[in-house]
Every structure is written in C-alpha cells, then in structure tokens.
C-alpha cells in the first residue's frame, strides 16, 4: 500500500463547477499538506500547504485536512479552463528540509469552457 | 519558474553512457533538490544538497550522483545509463529547506535508450 493514495482522474468538469480533489494517507505522523498544481509539461506549482487539521483558504482555493480520517481535499469554486492541469498532493512528518516530502501521483483534471 | 532553469531539457542517450543533467538557480537559496516523476510513482527525491559541497541520498538514490561546487548549480550524474533511468528529472530549490516552500524548475526529459 502506498502511503498517499491519489485517484489519478481524469476529472471532467463543466466552467463554473466547484472541483473537489482528495488524497488519502496511511502515515498518521503526517503534519505537513502540500498542494501543487502541474501544467502539461511543466514543473509543479506550489498552491498551498497546511500545517496540521484544519481549513485554509486562498481565492478561490480551499484545502481542507481531516487528521482523524487521515484525508485531505483541495476545493476548488468557480473553476476556470486555465485551471485544468495535473493537481499533486505531498505531505511530510516535519517542516525541515532533511525530511521526506511524499507525492501522490496527481489527479488530472480538464474544465470544459 | 521561480529563478530555476534546467538543461538540458530533452536529451535522448544509450544505455551504458554517462548523463549529466544540470539544474542553475538565481535565487541564491541554500537547499537544491533532484526529483524524478514517473506514471504512476509521483516525484521521488534522488538527492539533495544543503550547501555547497554538501549533499545526501533521498528515497531513489542508486545509479545517481550529484555534486555542488557553487550555490546556484547543482548536477545530476547517471555514471552508465539504464532504461530504468527514463523520466522527467525535476529540481527544486528552497531558501530555508522547509518542505512547503520547495520551488521546482521546468524540468529535463530524458530518454535512454
């Protein structure tokens, strides 16, 4: 079993749709949430991260983290077609740099104009 | 791409040679990384430095080197290339190494063949 698990899509949403993305993950020890966003062919973009339970919101952006459920969701509302790209999850136990950041695979998702 | 350029950006090669992908940044950050994304896998971490000269193994390290002589390069070595070594290599830079702060360049295709 991986330690985070990320349906890899595609996800097909009309514009104007509110987008829901989620990672599940195995490793309670988990503190540190990481969503980056990926365009074709390019490198990952860091959205947002959130320490620990809880909401953070950012625009049109929410992410949401569930420690007891072990799952995390990225919101995203009035979704626009320049939001279609590939939407990685990454966590990690701590914040310093000697610690391990874990992917998931990327869940691809398309907004139709 | 956050002051971070790779090269090259393709590069097809045989299996056997020596392959030298090199990451430069202009943001003067102290911690560089070396990634690679797979179907299927996410980004893995291969290596990383946290200063110059110095450098240690992450999750997927055999088959790597790396080596930093100054703050904005860091090197990607594949000593004899193998097909399993076929990937998108990504590095990533951050100033104060915490893992929500990590900024990835365009990446480098490589294929071997």
């Known amino acids: 079993q991986k330690e985070v698990e990320q349906d890899p899509g595609p996800l097909s949403v009309p514009e104007g749709a509110i987008v829901s993305l989620n990672c599940t993950y195995s490793?309670?020890?988990?503190?540190?949430f990481m969503w980056y966003r990926q365009y074709s062919r390019k490198g990952p973009e860091l959205l947002m991260y959130?320490?620990?339970?809880g909401n953070k919101e950012d625009g049109r952006f929410t992410a949401q983290v569930d420690k007891s459920s072990k799952y995390i969701s990225l919101f995203i509302r009035d979704s626009q077609p320049s939001d279609s790209a590939t939407y990685l999850c990454?966590?990690?136990?701590?914040?310093?740099?000697?610690?391990?950041?874990?992917f998931g695979t990327g869940t691809l998702l398309a907004v139709q104009p | 791409d956050a002051g971070i350029t790779q090269s090259p950006r393709h590069k097809v090669t045989e299996t056997g040679t020596p392959v030298t992908l090199r990451c430069h940044q202009t943001e003067n950050h102290r911690y560089m990384y070396w990634y690679r994304q797979d179907p299927g896998h996410g980004l893995r971490l291969i290596h990383y430095s946290y200063g110059v000269k110095d450098t240690d193994k992450g999750e997927v390290s055999d088959g790597y080197s790396v080596s930093r002589s100054k703050t904005e390069d860091f090197l990607l070595t594949l000593e004899s290339a193998t097909s399993s070594q076929t990937s998108v290599y990504f590095c990533?830079?951050?100033?104060?190494?915490?893992?929500?702060?990590?900024?990835f360049g365009p990446g480098t295709r490589l294929t071997v063949t």
């Open positions: 990454a966590m990690s136990n701590y914040g310093g740099a000697t610690n391990k950041l874990i």
């Open positions: 490793n309670s020890a988990f503190q540190y």
């Open positions: 990533a830079i951050s100033d104060k190494g915490q893992v929500y702060e990590q900024y």
């Open positions: 959130t320490y620990s339970s």
